[in-house]
């Protein structure tokens, strides 16, 4: 598959806040400071695109990103743009921030 482009869209406090549900969505999950943030702009070829930090707790909202990708799932549709959410979460665990 390949990442044709990727565009911040919103970040939400919580899920019912988040965008309409109206495409795809991938998300990875795991504790603070792993690389989440930093796995999606590795894949979206773009390191200024989801905030990442050294210290735990950096990503703190609910964080969609619009990709446009290729289609390499479907041969009939190979090739055609897929519009897909990737979407940032914050990590669980010992983020090193206060409890709101
Ligand atoms: N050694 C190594 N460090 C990495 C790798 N990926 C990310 N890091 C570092 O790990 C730290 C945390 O990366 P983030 O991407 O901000 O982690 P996160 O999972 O989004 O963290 P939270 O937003 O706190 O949940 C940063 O200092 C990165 O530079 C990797 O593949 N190898
Ligand atoms: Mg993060």
């Known amino acids: 598959m390949l990442i044709k482009s990727a565009k911040y869209i919103i970040s939400s406090p919580d899920f019912e806040k988040c ?3 109206d495409k795809k969505e991938y998300a990875f999950i795991g504790r603070s400071n792993v690389g989440k943030s930093s796995l999606i702009n590795m894949l979206c070829n773009n390191e200024k695109l989801a905030k990442t930090s050294g ?3 950096k990503t703190q ?3 969609h ?3 446009v990708s290729a289609s ?3 041969p009939k549709k190979e ?3 897929v519009k897909w959410f990737l979407v940032d979460l ?11």
């Open 19 to 21: 965008p309409a549900p």
């Open 65 to 67: 990103f619009e990709i």
């Open 79 to 81: 090739g055609e743009n």
């Open 72 to 74: 390499a799932i479907n």
């Open 55 to 57: 210290t735990p707790g």
């Open 90 to 100: 914050p990590g669980y665990g010992f983020a090193k921030v206060s409890i709101r």
């Open 61 to 63: 909202l609910i964080n």
